[in-house]
């Protein structure tokens, strides 16, 4: 690049600041270079590096005495700035030579006079290009010693590399099990390892081609992975394989087979590597069987069950099913008698008596745990076959197994689902299933039943209640309803019965006889009947506050078998009532004679309690229970409330004269012995006359009131509810 000389005349008239000059002649010098400068730097920042190389030339030209070396360095300095192509230094030289005296030649002190001025440039120029030609030599040489060193250490890297691969390649060719054999077939080359793996005959190896090496229990794409790896089409590919060895037992391998190409890219060869899989699979196989069948029988067990039923289930819609669904009867006495060593053998026993029974194709028995079993029948016809498995299964058991010198019964009770595949899931199948095996159980055991729809939906109902019991209490979804107690005499209002009831959120309201019982099963009736007499006897002292001119109204409140056992009954009751204020004596508590029949002293110890404080005990359904009348006089007992059956033979006109006989006798006994005659179920004024008649004193019934909101308790309308 040609700079013009400007040897007469001045900078820029506004450039009088020494400083502003010397930017100048940067801002010149970095404008010439700029272009044939390989730098990451932007123009303005290559800019400012140029600056104090600039400040520098300026103090060499003015220094005293003038030594125009240094300038060599400002020639390495743009060498280390990457400003190593020629024509960099060439436009450097001519920016010194046209404007390094005219922009650096007057700092503000003396200026030079110009024939000195343009001898130092001179000398300026000439160190300056010295620099930078030595730089730039050392530069060279530098990089090409680097790139030499390179080049031996990557040669001496790949030689180190290949003789790590060819020591590589030896070891595995030696340990592992490898072959080589051409696209044909023929196999070339075996090592050792693989000799040694199909039996140590090499003869017996090379003998064969890849092709003949099928195995019955090959995948069909063992040999579809090969002619398109023969063909070029595939580079390699990875199966289990088994073979056969040369004494005819069965190698299971996984196998490799890559394809080796020649200098051209056509195939050539073919490499097979082979893993000796045996002894895994056979262990494989061993814990599958031992994860798949019970322990104890042999049997399969829950899971493998599963499994087929699974299978059955997603057969084609021309496909049925049958199912039996097995528990023993009575095996847990058998257990706590014998002991679990005896149970054992005894559910051995059983199991191969079912196995006995299912032996056609598409059968099977399996344990689900502990003494439940299932069969499982399939086909086109299950609809009889699974009723004829369920009674051979019956049949079997009947026989006595002989254990410790003993003879034991076995019996069973077996639920039976039976229907076409694809409508259920294997969960559901088995869960009537179970539900059908519990009614054969409550029916008796030693039977067989049919699943129903109906009572399946009905016993998951049963189970849905009784789970949602706990959570219902606690929401306060139960409510009571008062029945009244009526004096037969003058038809004034005695008490009322708390007969509870519960909101459900699904099923709407729910009588006591839909969840009492699911509540005794699970213990519940224990709070809930808690919740009931606090609310009960709360309510009977709102009343006696509220209405003082009828007289006191008792309170009659049941109480289930369970709640009879239950420790605490006196104490409770009796902080419900002082924290209530109601006097003992307001409060009747109602017991099934059912629940009395051959009650020991201790669990009528805490009735005669109650009794002494003055709560009243009413026996209720008195006349169901066939029990001893003599057994009255030790019963702390004050009212006998007659079932509702007797009421019924009142209906018919004339009255059944034997249930008259027996309500006048039973009236007559209690009156003797001091108790109160309560009747329920009067639906009719005939029957309440009839009652009255007989001496009954009390009554509750249709005929004068339903169970309802406890405001209803004193208006009451009599007419005949029927």
């Not at 270079?33 to 730098?39: D, L």
């Not at 125009?68 to 700035?81: I, Q, T």
């Not at 299912?358 to 059968?363: D, I, K, R, S, Y």
């Amino acid at each position: 690049m040609s700079i013009p000389a400007q040897s007469s005349g001045t900078p820029d008239t506004e450039l009088d600041d020494p400083e502003d000059r010397l930017r100048r002649f940067a801002t010149i010098w970095s404008r010439a270079i700029f272009p044939s400068t390989a730098t990451s730097l932007t123009r303005a920042e290559f800019e400012q590096h140029l600056l104090p190389l600039a400040r520098g030339l300026s103090d060499i030209l003015h220094a005293r005495p003038f030594d125009a070396a240094p300038a060599a360095e400002v020639g390495a300095a743009l060498v280390a700035a990457h400003c190593t192509d020629p024509d960099a230094l060439s436009s450097t030289l001519g920016v010194v030579d046209s404007y390094l005296v005219l922009y650096c030649g007057s700092n503000g002190v003396t200026p030079l006079p110009t024939e000195d001025s343009r001898a130092r440039c001179a000398r300026i120029q000439h160190a300056l290009a010295s620099g930078f030609t030595r730089a730039l030599r050392e530069r060279t040489l530098s990089e090409q010693e680097a790139i030499a060193r390179s080049a031996l250490t990557a040669r001496s890297d790949a030689e180190r590399a290949l003789h790590a691969t060819e020591a590589r390649f030896r070891a595995v060719f030696k340990d592992a099990a490898i072959g080589i054999a051409d696209l044909d077939g023929n196999v070339l080359e075996v090592n050792d390892t693989l000799t040694r793996m199909f039996g140590g005959l090499e003869h017996h190896v090379r003998s064969h081609k890849v092709n003949e090496w099928v195995h019955p229990e090959d995948s069909p794409y063992v040999w579809k992975y090969y002619e398109e790896l023969v063909r070029g089409e595939r580079e390699h590919y990875r199966v289990e394989k088994p073979y056969y060895r040369n004494d005819g037992t069965v190698l299971w391998t996984n196998l490799t087979v890559s394809l080796l190409r020649d200098a051209e890219g056509k195939p050539q060869y073919q490499l097979a590597l082979m893993e000796d899989t045996t002894e895994r699979r056979l262990l494989n196989l061993r814990l599958r069987y031992e994860a798949t069948h019970d322990a104890l029988t042999g049997l399969p067990n829950r899971t493998l069950f599963f499994e087929r039923l699974e299978k059955a289930l997603a057969a084609d819609d021309s496909s049925r099913f049958g199912l039996c669904y097995l528990d023993l009867d009575g095996f847990k006495a058998i257990n706590d008698s014998l002991g679990h060593a005896s149970g054992d053998r005894l559910l051995v026993e059983v199991a191969d008596r079912l196995q006995s029974c299912a032996t056609a194709p598409g059968e099977m028995v399996a344990r689900l745990g502990g003494d439940e079993f299932v069969a499982l029948t399939t086909g086109p016809d299950t609809e009889t076959e699974v009723a004829e498995l369920a009674c051979r299964i019956l049949g079997v058991l009947g026989t006595p197994v002989r254990l410790d010198g003993r003879e034991l019964t076995v019996r069973g009770s077996i639920g039976v689902v039976e229907g076409p595949a694809g409508e259920r899931n294997a969960a559901e199948v088995l869960r009537s299933a179970d539900i059908t095996m519990y009614r054969a159980k409550s029916a008796g055991g030693n039977r067989f039943e049919l699943a129903d729809d109906e009572a399946d939906a009905r016993a998951i109902t049963r189970h849905g209640l009784t789970t949602a019991l706990p959570a219902a209490l606690e929401r306060g979804e139960f409510f009571i309803e008062y029945q009244p107690l009526v004096h037969l005499d003058d038809g004034t209002v005695h008490g009322a019965e708390a007969l509870v009831r519960w909101c459900h959120p699904q099923h709407g309201v729910l009588g006591p006889d839909r969840f009492i019982p699911l509540a005794e099963h699970t213990g519940l009736i224990v709070p809930l009947g808690r919740w009931v007499l606090e609310e009960s006897v709360r309510q009977a002292n709102f009343w006696q506050e509220r209405h003082t001119d009828g007289g006191p109204l008792r309170i009659n409140v049941n109480l289930s078998p369970t709640q009879l056992h239950h420790p605490r009954l006196v104490a409770e009751t009796v902080d419900v009532l002082e924290r209530s204020g109601l006097e003992p004596g307001a409060l009747c508590l109602e017991v099934t004679e059912s629940a009395l029949i051959g009650a020991d002293e201790d669990l009528l110890k805490p009735l005669r309690q109650l009794a002494e404080m003055g709560v009243d005990i009413a026996l209720d359904d008195f006349g169901t229970g066939y029990s001893n009348l003599a057994n009255l006089r030790r019963l702390p007992v004050s009212v006998l409330k007659l079932d509702r059956s007797f009421t019924l033979g009142m209906q018919q006109h004339p009255a059944d004269p034997v249930d008259l006989k027996i309500v006048e006798g039973i009236v007559s006994l209690a009156h003797s012995l001091d108790l109160a005659v309560t009747v329920e179920g009067v639906e009719t004024g005939a029957q309440a006359e009839q009652l009255r008649k007989l001496g009954c004193d009390t009554a509750q019934g249709w005929y004068y009131a339903r169970p309802g909101a406890p405001d209803r308790i004193h208006s009451l309308l009599l007419a005949d509810a029927v």
